[in-house]
């Protein structure tokens, strides 16, 4: 096995030279490719079995698409995958780029999932490290990453042959703080394209956290917990729960909230990124046209069903809203008390 991928690689990094090319040109090409392919091969051997497969077989399948240019053979933000559980066919030599959606619970994430599963060539697979036995090593995280990367990751998201950028959401508590950095080198190695997406207005996100975790026992729509609705008579169901909500503890909540999503951008500042806001999406949808740009996609119309459920005033949908709204003013999260968008 391992002496077959380094023929593999050796022959891929070989770059066949142009007759102008001078002979000592040539010679210096020709050993900067071996040793480069030796290392490689050295740390390739060092990788799993599994994500050697899937790496070098893509180079291999990755020659034989390109046009014969040598130029961007090394690009890694171009692949090839090469599903082991079924044949891209026709697509088997459309280009597939790699993303990551960070988030955290109630900030749109799910709402942004539609959007881009409703285009033809995307497909972002959810929650997908919700598992916690996906989640509970570098191992594991990597083992999946690497099957959703090689398309073999089988959701009602997954476009699979067609699909042009594959990806999920990885929410802020599901393992990306802690392993931060292998992650981050992983990203940058595979050419993983990241969107953050996050909430400005953290008040409005506590109301959303608590009223779904209060639907998780009270069951709004005729017993049945819905963390998404599809109907404007369903949001007004589930929006009117109004929350209380502790003035003493509201401040240590927002600034952990807030230091997280600080956190979160600081540590993966290095990858290939945008900064998207909930608030942004609710009252620009052209902000979607450059998201289909970050992905590389084709520009479609994108659809989602949802509904949103907190539509109103935050005065109308926080119990005790004049204590809230006392100890908030004045302080730095004052704007939080504000309509932060029109609907
Ligand atoms: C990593 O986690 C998986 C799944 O929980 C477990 O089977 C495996 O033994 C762990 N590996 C290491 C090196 O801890
Ligand atoms: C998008 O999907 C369609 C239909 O499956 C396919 O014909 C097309 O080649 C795909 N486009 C890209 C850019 O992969
Ligand atoms: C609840 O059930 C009633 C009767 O079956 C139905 O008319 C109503 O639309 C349902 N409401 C929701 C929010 O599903
Ligand atoms: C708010 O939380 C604090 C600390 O847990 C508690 O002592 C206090 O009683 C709570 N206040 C209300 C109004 O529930
Ligand atoms: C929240 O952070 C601010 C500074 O940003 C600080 O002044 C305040 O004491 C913190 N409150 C709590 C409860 O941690
Ligand atoms: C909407 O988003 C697009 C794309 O980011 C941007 O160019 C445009 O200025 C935004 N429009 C408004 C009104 O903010
Ligand atoms: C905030 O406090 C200032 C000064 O006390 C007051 O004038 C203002 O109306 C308050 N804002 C809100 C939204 O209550």
Redesign the pocket.
């Known amino acids: 096995m391992a002496e077959e991928l380094c023929f593999f690689t050796k022959e891929a990094f070989v770059i066949r030279p142009t007759k102008k090319t001078p002979i000592t040109l040539r010679m210096i090409i020709l050993i900067f490719s071996m040793v480069f392919g030796v290392y490689i091969c050295s740390v390739s051997l060092r990788q799993s079995r599994f994500r050697s497969h899937t790496n070098l077989i893509e180079v291999v399948v990755s020659r034989h698409c390109r046009r014969p240019v040598a130029s961007n053979w090394e690009d890694p933000l171009i692949h090839y995958p090469v599903p082991r559980t079924y044949n891209r066919n026709e697509c088997a030599c459309n280009p597939v780029r790699f993303f990551a959606i960070i988030s955290m619970q109630r900030s749109g994430s799910g709402w942004f999932e539609t959007f881009l599963n409703s285009h033809i060539n995307v497909s972002s697979n959810g929650e997908i490290f919700s598992v916690k036995e996906r989640r509970s090593n570098m191992t594991a995280i990597e083992a999946t990453l690497d099957k959703v990367y090689s398309l073999d990751w089988m959701s009602s998201a997954a476009k699979n042959e067609c699909t042009a950028a594959v990806g999920f959401k990885w929410m802020l508590n599901q393992g990306p703080m802690e392993h931060h950095e292998e992650i981050t080198k992983y990203f940058n190695r595979r050419g993983v394209f990241v969107i953050f997406l996050f909430r400005r207005n953290l008040l409005r996100r506590m109301v959303s956290v608590i009223a779904n975790s209060h639907d998780r026992y009270a069951k709004l729509?005729?017993g049945?917990h819905k963390s998404h609705v599809h109907?404007a008579?369903?949001a007004v169901?589930l929006a009117s729960y109004r929350p209380l909500i502790n003035t003493t503890l509201l401040f240590a909540d927002l600034n952990k909230t807030k230091d997280l999503i600080d956190k979160a951008l600081e540590f993966f500042k290095s990858t290939r990124h945008i900064i998207l806001y909930y608030e942004d999406l609710v009252s620009n949808r052209t902000k979607l046209v450059d998201v289909q740009d970050f992905l590389g996609v084709p520009h479609r119309q994108l659809v989602s069903r949802q509904v949103k459920i907190h539509t109103r005033p935050l005065s109308d949908h926080i119990k005790n809203w004049d204590a809230v709204n006392n100890a908030i003013n004045g302080t730095e999260y004052e704007s939080f008390l504000n309509a932060d968008y029109h609907l």
Do not use: D
Request: glycine letters at 0%; a negative charge; hydrophobic letters at 30%.
């Open positions: 729509l005729n049945t109907s008579n369903e169901i």
